[in-house]
């Protein structure tokens, strides 16, 4: 008769089965460790694919939310700057004008006027870092104030030297949010040259108010051009208000698009990342069901019948 192995066909079968599983434990706890992910692909998330795509998209989003809307806030800080040097000149011009009428003496109030349309006018056509014009709503392209002097801005309609588009730049802040961060030239400037306009037109004859000031001038200055620039003051602080609240709102809403971003990077964590804790104690577990695998089936491929009987003596 045949001396056969100990272990059978279905035996080994089993054991290469089970080498096989544990190869397949190893190879995902080893990709775990190296990615730190669950898995590398679809398949290994299962039923959970549809949060995690989900998580993603909402993730990206308040990211790209954030990032927009930061960009906003550094212009609207810019704007506050602007708009604050703006108040501040039409304080000085009304002042100018309280300061020359108490006194009948309007000796500097034109040099003021121009110094004060001068700045006024690099504000107002001022560019971003990219060389847009600021203040030009839609037409980022052209500079929205067209005056360069006083005496062009007096033998006209001021409103014509005011170029800029209609529309004030917004940014969305979130899904189906948007907040106004851009102002208009003409809605910031206009009254600020009306009122430098009307003091350069008191002047006439030309040089007229450098000096002592009769009574009809100074009723001129108190009546017709003091109103126009304490209108300017208040048109300006209004809208240094206003852009101060859209900045406020800014800083707001990027504070909300990074707990969402978190929030949601979360949601993507606690599905696709690791426990790396876990991770290793697998990986050491399936190393040495591996290794325990491989030894069992080495050694029964190795046993026969003759290793259990006994031994025979070859003397007679």
Do not use: W
């Amino acid at each position: 008769m045949s001396i056969d192995r100990v272990s059978t066909n279905s035996q080994s079968q089993y054991l290469l089965s089970q080498i096989m599983k544990a190869n397949q434990a190893l190879d995902t706890t080893q990709m775990q460790v190296s990615s730190g992910m669950v898995s590398d692909n679809y398949g290994g998330i299962g039923d959970k694919t549809a949060s995690l795509e989900a998580a993603r998209a909402a993730a990206a989003r308040a990211d790209a939310y954030q990032s927009s809307t930061q960009l906003a806030v550094t212009q609207t800080d810019l704007q506050n700057t602007q708009l604050t040097s703006l108040s501040g000149l039409a304080t000085q011009l009304q002042s100018a004008i309280t300061t020359a009428a108490g006194n009948s003496d309007g000796t500097n109030l034109l040099n003021t006027a121009q110094s004060i349309f001068e700045q006024a006018s690099s504000i107002l056509n001022s560019t971003d870092a990219n060389g847009n014009y600021i203040y030009g709503g839609q037409k980022t392209d052209t500079p929205p104030f067209t005056a360069t002097s006083l005496s062009q801005l007096a033998s006209g309609n001021v409103s014509d030297y005011f170029v800029n588009g209609s529309i004030a730049k917004t940014v969305q802040v979130g899904d189906g949010q948007t907040q106004q961060i851009g102002v208009l030239a003409s809605n910031i400037g206009e009254q600020l040259m009306s009122a430098l306009k009307a003091l350069y037109q008191a002047d006439s004859p030309s040089g007229s108010l450098s000096g002592q000031l009769t009574d009809a001038q100074t009723t001129n200055l108190t009546s017709n051009v003091l109103p126009q620039a304490n209108a300017a003051v208040t048109t300006l602080n209004t809208a240094t208000a206003a852009n101060g609240n859209a900045y406020s709102s800014l800083q707001d809403a990027v504070t909300n698009q990074q707990s969402l971003s978190n929030l949601y990077g979360g949601f993507v964590s606690d599905i696709q990342d690791v426990d790396m804790a876990t991770a290793l104690t697998n990986l050491n577990a399936n190393q040495v069901a591996l290794q325990a695998a491989l030894t069992v089936t080495a050694k029964l491929g190795q046993l026969s019948l003759l290793n259990y009987l006994p031994a025979t003596s070859t003397t007679g």
